[in-house]
């Protein structure tokens, strides 16, 4: 028994793969917007009554075709949710502790996530108005939008 | 940035997703691992109802759901019982690198084996003619070993050796 | 093991499938496939109660991407279950399907397959299949000789070559009638000997012309219930049975019978089948390669020796011929991986309810028979049938 344990053990590996993901012609427009225009952009379901942000090409829940039901929403909104993010893992946007906040734009029916920039974790509440600040260098990703900092 | 398509921008994102990965070898190919790290020696294991090998060893006999107990040793050496020659090379994921095309990959039986249990590496060889069922073949074992498919550099051909068989092929 | 109750697949809907869809992202294309299909069945997505969703794992390394789906395939507030067993996961989420309708403990469930192959990275999602302890970095997948020698090895080269050319401009033939397939190349038949030399070997005699197509594509199918069936006035292709084989003993290489045979042996058996080439009237066959699809014609129709080569020497298997073999062109022409084997099982119900279009094959269908074919060499076939079976047939499980 020990003999055997003793001859088992752990191989490393390791996969690095080039990957390619499409926004769609509806995604593209909201980033392309974030990117040059400094808007955000949602679609409106009219029969459900939902402005979703972000956008996207059919409503999940009664199926109708929004593609040409843009709305443009606030860059500014209330903070819904948040949480604090303590670990360091690969792939984050930046480096913990730092907190990842659920933000309902003025106008949208949906929150999105992204960062909030409030000193100290403990100043997050929920309720609180925040604002987007747009990054400086153009970016092809939600961090178009840099982060969101109390209003 | 993306291409334009009807005047519209397409946004692609791309990215090049690494993700570090740990295996548990288990006692079972941990030993026959641990062997061709340190010995040189590739181990089988055996059932001890049907008395068949299985390489690379597994606990469990395939065919008898036993556990299969008994180890045997068997000689770098065996017989090409059929060979694929690859013309086109996909990149390894683990070190991004390309084989040269073509290469061969061949199953050997190696001398004793009982039962199915073909082993399947890279040949090394020149001439591509010089490849048929019943070419007798030996290992060739990388000096860099670390309990891995790569510590067997590949099969050669034994130079001079009868064509078992005498297969055309 | 019996049904509880008769399913039928009342309606399917697939995306175009391409290598070039950079304008919809993944729950968009699924999207496409859907809306097809609730028309297709004359039903709406309150009528579904549940969503089975399923893709080649890991293709496009993203994790649980139904839990991204959920946007555009209709599953927002309904059951919703994930499925994925490599390339056969199409064919097994049809077995689910016809599982989860059969038992009572769904009324219409929506099985929905695909791929999105230009996003991700084939050979990492193979190689990923592959023991991480041993021979991952040997792993070549799909690309293989071995399957043509056999055929060269049985039939001699000249012979085995221009079968293998023949199948593949047959599929070709029947690819350019489908509006949905991707690769159509007007192949021509007077070419056969030239093309096939042209085409550059991948492994052994294997050539590029030979093999499926990495593609992208999603494709949606309803199933229901016979009682659903009957208030819908549906137009059904009813299921009649399913086998899956997966054998260790294929695996270990050359020494045992394909597991396809295993599956035709098994299923026929079991539905009373003696003679599949006479008493079936269409196969929608999961052909990674001509070689294979030569290989396994014979291995589906219970036949021997020649008699399957000859089937595609003859025309037998064309569109027009007395067993066509895959009117839609196949995976060779199409091959979204986590789609494919759904879209053998909706096109051989396309056939049965009368709805290909332009690739109909010419005589009438009563009986259709669909496989799936996944890496560790395994099948997965399904029967399908004009005529609802007798209530409480035997079927496997």
Known sequence: MKEEKECAFVIEGKMALPYQYYAGAIGSQFIVALRDDKRILGVRCEKCRKTFVPPRQSCERCFSSLTDHWVEVGSSGVLTGFTVIRYAEPYQPKEPPYVLALIKLDGADTPIAHILECGDARNARIGMRVRAVFSEKPRDTILAISHFEEE | MGKEKEGRELIVSRQILSIPQHFSTGPVMGRFLAELRDNKRIMANKCPKCGRHQLPPREVCAICHVEATGWDELPPVGTIRDFDVIYYASPDPLTGETRQVPYVLCWVDLDGTQGDAPFWHLLDVDDLTKVRRGVRVRVVFADDRRGATEDIRHFEIIPDEPIEGGDAR | MTKNRNVAIIGSGMSRFSSHREEVNQPEMIHEAVVEALQDAGVMLDDIDCVLHGNMELFEMVHQPDMWHVIGDGVWGKSGIRLTTGGTTGATLACAADNLVASGLHDAVLAIGFEKLQEGHTTGGITNMADPLWGRSLQTGALTGTGAQKIIDEFGVERARWAAMKYRTIMDEHAMRNPKAHRR???????????????????????????????????????????????????????????????????????????????????????????????????????????????????????????????????????????????????????????????????????????????????????????????????????????????????HG
Not at chain 3, 204 to 218: F, K, P, Y
Not at chain 3, 275 to 284: A, F, G, M, Y
């Open chain 3, 185 to 395: 190349l007007r192949l021509e038949r007077r070419y056969i000997k030239e093309t096939a030399e042209n085409s550059p070997p991948l492994a052994g005699e294997l050539r590029m012309i030979h093999m499926c197509s990495q593609s992208d594509g999603a494709c949606a199918v309803v199933f229901a219930s016979e009682e659903k069936v009957r208030q819908w006035k549906a137009n059904p292709a009813w299921i009649v049975d399913h086998e899956t084989v997966h054998r260790e003993e294929t695996m270990i290489f050359g020494s045992q019978k394909n597991t396809q045979r295993v599956a035709a042996e098994r299923l026929f058996k079991r539905t009373g089948i003696s003679n599949p080439r006479q008493e079936i009237d269409v196969l929608e066959m999961y052909d990674p390669s001509a070689w294979w699809g030569l290989d396994w014609l014979r291995d589906f129709l219970l036949l021997s020796g020649d008699e399957a080569i000859k089937m595609v020497e003859n025309d037998e298997i064309a569109i027009d011929g007395a067993f066509p073999v895959n009117p839609s062109g196949g995976v060779i022409a199409s091959n979204p991986i986590g789609a494919t084997a759904l879209v053998r099982v909706a096109e051989a119900a396309m056939q049965i309810r009368g709805t290909a279009g332009d690739h109909q094959v010419a005589k009438p269908v009563r009986r259709a028979l669909a496989s799936g074919f996944g890496g560790s060499l395994w099948t997965v076939l399904m029967l399908l049938s004009k005529e609802k079976p007798e209530q409480g047939a035997e079927t």
